[in-house]
């Protein structure tokens, strides 16, 4: 029987389908001045390279260098090779009985079953083959490690022996200029001046306090002039209204409505009346997103990898949190008023891009919202429902037990779920609640750092509110708010004795937009988590930074 490539669709139990959207990016100012504790902290250590920002050009140059443009995998399953894959994983578990390389792994990694039950619910984790397969798409680092402490075959390996014109296509179109031994100066041609330059200087930069190794390591994160997280956002509130009258001046209707967000944390504020006729505002928010890029380039002073067996790696810790709040009234209460009703709903969506062909993995996906109504025929949940649609929520609502992507035992608000809309009917109501969702790597396990590799992390939210009433007079007034953090800390770094490591780094980005939750309470979130995972204190006085 032919077996396939496993995929994302085997998730689709847990999983939530992946938005795509194109957006307009801005980015937000900030600018990060050490403390003299941290200044004095620095210099006592030695043999490290300390974090860099580079301009977006650079950073783009450096990785379409370390990216395969197609994966392997990839590659393998699109041109109907999957046999190639089954004769390598044969090959590589010959000689070993059901089990022993689950055992081996778990002495790597304890959460090596992490997605087992749900991409191959049919079998076992005794059986070595489907293990395996399961290990080279959803855990490729992982699995990078256990072949050198086998020293096994790599997947290139075996098919450059095996069927050197399968490997040579792919190599040749699709493998990234890193991995066929091209500098990172030289393999554009088109390489602006400038970025050459500030490429020249990263490499050619000395840790604090000691001598370079030849071959060093270096945190690196993209830098615009104005922040170190991508964001897309209204930098200046958006207001849009609408007013008619009679024609002997009298009112008939009117909407004021006004938003504003900065990066995934939004808001919007809206208020409708009506006099002796339907009127009703529906809107869908354009989604808001915050990301950042996490890399650990290990290079030469003449720009090539100097790191392709795994001589350097660390822990990447996680932190995201989103909270909103709701708020909704409506009164249709005097004479001939009719009815009246009042929706207002958000949700959130924190995903990480792995390197290699594995999916992306949603690390929390959740929406809420409140609701009033009299008299109405409007489906109260079509207001959850676009959420659902946008960032791809699942329909079930889970409470106990959970499992994830990570561990099986976390708490409910790291899940997959609706929190729900909480609604009162009559002709005069007012209802307030409040959705909350947390990720944090912490919890579970650490993501595996490896260099030259990119990791991409997003937080994706998207609103909606919806209001509508008639008759002699009817009154709607809806909010949403959202708060919240994303952060990151680069830590635990394992690097031979020829390699300079990379100093400890880390970096976030907080905001406020009439959430739950104040600027000082993220700002003591961000700092507390921070000081924690680098073992020092951290500051982080504007809302978004890099910090080592």
């Known amino acids: 029987m032919k077996r396939t490539i496993l995929n994302a669709k085997i998730l689709a139990n847990f999983s939530c389908a992946v938005l795509l959207s194109s957006a307009t990016f801005a980015y937000a100012s900030t600018q990060v001045t050490a403390n003299t504790a941290q200044t004095k902290l620095l210099t006592q250590e030695t043999g490290q390279m300390t974090p860099t920002a580079v301009r977006e050009t650079t950073w783009r140059v450096i990785s379409n260098w370390s990216t395969d443009s197609t994966s392997l995998l990839e590659f393998i399953a699109d041109n109907d090779e999957e046999f190639e894959l089954d004769r390598y994983i044969d090959t590589l578990i010959r000689d070993y009985r059901d089990g022993e390389v689950l055992t081996q792994l778990q002495t790597l990694d304890k959460t090596v079953l992490d997605l087992w039950s749900h991409a191959m619910a049919e079998a076992t984790p005794e059986d070595n083959y489907l293990f395996t397969r399961y290990l080279a798409q959803y855990k490729p680092a992982l699995f990078e490690q256990w072949l050198a402490s086998n020293r096994a075959l790599t997947l290139p390996d075996y098919l450059q022996q095996q069927s050197p014109q399968l490997y040579a296509t792919w190599y040749s179109e699709h493998a990234a200029p890193k991995r066929k031994g091209l500098s990172i100066l030289e393999y554009d041609k088109t390489l602006p001046s400038e970025v050459y330059a500030e490429l020249k200087d990263l490499l050619n930069k000395l840790p604090v306090g000691g001598a370079r190794s030849q071959c060093a390591c270096q945190m690196i994160t993209p830098l615009t002039g104005s922040g170190h997280v991508v964001t897309n956002y209204p930098s200046t509130p958006s207001n849009w209204s609408d007013y008619s009258s009679d024609n002997s001046g009298l009112s008939k209707h009117k909407l004021d409505f006004k938003t504003t967000a900065y990066g995934a944390f939004h808001s919007g504020d809206g208020e409708r009346w009506s006099k002796h006729k339907?009127?009703?505002?529906?809107?869908?928010?354009?989604?808001?997103?915050?990301?950042?890029?996490?890399?650990?380039?290990?290079?030469?002073?003449?720009?090539?990898?100097?790191?392709?067996?795994?001589?350097?790696?660390?822990?990447?810790?996680?932190?995201?949190?989103?909270?909103?709040?709701?708020?909704?009234?409506?009164?249709?209460?005097?004479?001939?008023?009719?009815?009246?009703?009042?929706?207002?709903?958000?949700?959130?969506?924190?995903?990480?891009?792995?390197?290699?062909?594995?999916?992306?993995?949603?690390?929390?996906?959740?929406?809420?919202?409140?609701?009033?109504?009299?008299?109405?025929?409007?489906?109260?949940?079509?207001?959850?429902?676009?959420?659902?649609?946008?960032?791809?929520?699942?329909?079930?609502?889970?409470?106990?037990?959970?499992?994830?992507?990570?561990?099986?035992?976390?708490?409910?608000?790291?899940?997959?779920?609706?929190?729900?809309?909480?609604?009162?009917?009559?002709?005069?109501?007012t209802v307030n609640s409040t959705m909350r969702a947390r990720f944090d790597s912490s919890d579970v396990s650490p993501f595996l750092l490896q260099p030259n590799e990119v990791y991409h992390f997003t937080l994706d939210s998207n609103a909606r509110v919806k209001a509508r009433g008639y008759g002699g007079y009817s009154d709607s007034h809806f909010e949403y708010g959202s708060s919240g953090a994303i952060m990151y800390a680069a830590n635990q770094f394992t690097c031979g004795s020829n390699v300079t490591p990379p100093m400890p780094t880390g970096l976030w980005f907080y905001a406020n937009q009439s959430g739950p939750d104040s600027v000082a309470s993220l700002r003591s979130d961000v700092e507390t988590w921070l000081s924690m995972q680098l073992n020092k204190p951290v500051s982080a006085g504007q809302s978004q930074g890099i910090v080592h």
Not at 300 to 310: A, E, K
Not at 361 to 369: D, I, R
Request: aromatic share 8%; proline share 2%.
């Open 278 to 429: 339907v009127y009703g505002y529906d809107s869908s928010i354009n989604h808001n997103s915050s990301e950042f890029y996490v890399k650990m380039l290990c290079a030469d002073t003449n720009g090539y990898d100097c790191n392709q067996s795994n001589s350097c790696s660390g822990n990447l810790e996680v932190r995201g949190t989103y909270a909103a709040r709701f708020h909704v009234t409506g009164q249709a209460k005097k004479i001939w008023s009719k009815a009246t009703n009042s929706h207002s709903g958000d949700g959130a969506k924190f995903a990480v891009d792995l390197p290699g062909a594995a999916p992306e993995v949603v690390l929390f996906n959740k929406a809420g919202g409140a609701a009033m109504s009299y008299n109405t025929g409007w489906d109260i949940n079509s207001v959850l429902g676009a959420l659902k649609a946008a960032l791809g929520i699942t329909a079930a609502i889970v409470s106990d037990n959970p499992g994830s992507l990570l561990d099986g035992q976390l708490a409910s608000d790291l899940i997959t779920n609706i929190a729900g809309m909480i609604t009162r009917s009559g002709n005069e109501a």
